[in-house]
């Protein structure tokens, strides 16, 4: 297998060992599951089935940022407590990934359950001379870590840029480096605190991730994955403190997915142009949405139009015919079609090509009756369970 690596910049070998260890960055659970999470979380989801296919076992990690400076603000906004915003709309985005047909997470940590570990891992970079603190607030000192910024590749003024925009204060006073970032800081009267050698407090965004990753899967990862707008600051950032607080790699490999735009705008919470999974569903077949997301490469930045779900619902139909058909030609080629291409950096346009072929060449009619059969596996393999009708339209 054959997988782009952000920190190499290329398209390289793939080469996990018989369990892949596997931590995918997760929601921040303050609003509804919509196709940009979706998108992510179905590249992963192919990657895991296509390693299984291959004989490996996956140990996936993704987690559930339910403390953070994005979910309190939201809480305060409704009036609510964070941790019931977080229980409801966790609950809501379980319900989206099983309706798309994601395999089960190995664990799925919740930020609040570790922050002793995450104090526990501050400690350590402090110890190593990593770290300083203004008026209760720790900051993480890049200057001691002399390899930041090469995972993203990005020059300093646009990390500088990238921070301001994804959660960071560049101009913050305080700091020695405008890269520098929060480690743990000081709780405001009315948002959750806890314990630590700096005084009450909360964690920063980052030593979320680097605590629950190395305390489930360990040191090293095998690949680390999501979205690209993740790159910088939040992976640049997890990778330096992970790295200086173990003295080894973090991860192996790193995988970013590009981003969904709608009405011509990436799609965002903070724009509000969101096309909701548990919407869609409602009046269309979920399978429909994981087919029409499919149709563009992982790494590809691209736009939702409001049709291209009428598009997933079509093939999924002639998909589904084709399945129940009597024969058809002979399916080899198509199923080493398909496994090649997801061989080749996750090409799920060019699989789905594949297994639209055979559908249609089944359909064209044939006497192999293993045709239909090896159709259903194959979309299996793609996450795409060929057994049942189409839902109805709503």
């Known amino acids: 297998m054959q997988l782009f ?18 931590y995918v960055c997760g929601i921040t659970p303050y609003d509804s599951t919509h196709l940009g999470h979706a998108n992510t979380y179905l590249t992963y989801d192919l990657l895991i089935r296509r390693l299984e296919d291959l004989g490996h076992s996956v140990k996936l990690v993704r987690n559930i940022t339910d403390v953070d400076d994005s979910i309190l603000p939201k809480a305060r906004e409704l009036g609510v407590d964070f941790l019931e915003l977080a229980a409801t709309e966790t609950a809501r985005f379980h319900r989206d990934m099983q309706a798309l047909n994601t395999r089960p997470v190995f664990e799925e940590p919740h930020a609040t359950s570790w922050v002793t570990e995450m104090v526990d891992l501050i400690e350590t970079l402090a110890e ?8 209760g607030t720790v900051f993480y000192d890049v200057s001691t870590f002399p390899s930041f910024g090469a995972l993203s590749g ?30 743990w800081q000081p709780s405001l009267d009315d948002e959750p605190s806890w314990p630590s050698p700096w005084g009450d407090g909360r964690p920063g965004w980052h030593i979320e991730c680097s605590a629950m990753s190395m305390g489930i899967l360990g040191p090293t990862l095998d690949l680390h994955g999501g979205g690209s707008d993740l790159i910088f600051p939040h992976h640049e950032c997890s990778r330096a403190q992970s790295e200086a607080a173990n003295g080894v790699t973090f991860a192996n490999h790193w995988m970013h997915t590009g981003m969904v735009a709608y009405q011509g705008t990436k799609m965002s919470k903070s724009l509000g142009n969101l096309v909701f999974v548990s919407e869609l569903s409602k009046t269309h077949d979920p399978r429909a949405i994981r087919l029409a997301l499919m149709g563009h490469h992982y790494r590809s930045d691209w736009e939702w ?33 398909v496994r090649d291409a997801l061989d080749d950096d996750l090409d799920a346009p060019a699989a789905l090509h594949a297994l639209t072929e055979l559908a249609d060449a089944i359909l064209e009619g044939g006497d192999d009756p293993a045709a239909p059969t090896v159709l259903g596996e194959l979309g299996a393999l793609v996450g795409i369970d060929l057994g049942a009708a189409p839902a109805p339209l709503a």
Do not use: Q
């Open 305 to 337: 139009f409001d049709d291209d779900i009428a598009t997933g619902a079509r093939l999924l139909d002639r998909l589904h015919h084709a399945a129940r058909a009597a024969g058809g030609p002979d399916p080899a080629g198509y199923g080493t079609r």
């Open 154 to 183: 990005y020059g300093e003024a646009t990390m500088i840029e990238f921070a301001a925009e994804r959660g960071g204060n560049p101009d913050d006073p305080r700091l020695r480096n405008p890269l520098d970032f929060i480690l």
């Open 128 to 135: 190593k001379g990593h770290t300083y603190v203004v008026d």
């Open 5 to 22: 690596d952000t920190a190499r910049g290329a398209v390289v070998p793939f080469e996990p060992g018989p369990e892949v260890r596997m």
